[in-house]
């Protein structure tokens, strides 16, 4: 069923950054495919709100801030277990900029997140900590926002854990299949699909929700019958 959203849904855009895509510093496999499909998409939405990872030098994410780890290991810091990843989206660099083929002119809001250096952050919503908001939940609620569309990179990650701190917020949520694209790491995207179909989050691609423009040219092809 093709739908279009309508003043109270909001499109969250994560992360689709340099950093991300190919010859980035933590590159997620043809992650820079979403970029066409979300630039399209977001044309559907009046509120849309993308998010920035923008990590200290030395962030405690990055294997390099622990000596003898590598990329991909996991190591126990005070919120709890973290993977460890290459250093990636440092602040002010090219790999934290936003992808340049990235076009939504009409986007209100960037979240920048993980600038504290002791936390890492994977939510557009709570750090990793589970205790630091970064305020999007405010921000939505008091423009009247009730169902969130989220997108981006990663599936596993990042996307993930924005879908179920927006449903644990009290948001309808809808993650976007095919503009996302993810890490899979042992497991990952299976997993974080389990938690997110077991919190209510729903599942669509892009191709089911159309701008004003789409239903226009619909209504002017004839019908048959």
Sequence with gaps: MVMKPDAHSALIVVDVQNGFCNGGGLAVADGEAVVPVINALAAAFDNVVLTQDWH????????????GKQPFET??????EQVLWPDHCVQ????????????IPHAQLIIRKGYHREIDSYSA????DGQTPTGLTGYLQ????TGVYVCGLATDFCVAYTALDA??????????????RAIDMNGSLAAAWQQMVAAGVGRMWSVDITTSADHLAQADQPRSG
């Design 56 to 67: 200290p030098a030395g962030h405690l994410s990055f294997a390099s801030s622990h000596a």
């Design 92 to 103: 002010g660099t090219q790999d934290a900029a936003l992808h340049p083929d990235l076009a």
């Design 142 to 145: 008091l423009r009247g926002i």
């Design 125 to 128: 919503f709570m750090e990793a």
């Design 75 to 80: 190591t126990t810091l005070a919120y709890g």
């Design 167 to 180: 449903r644990a917020a009290g948001f309808e949520v809808t993650v976007i299949e095919d503009a996302c």
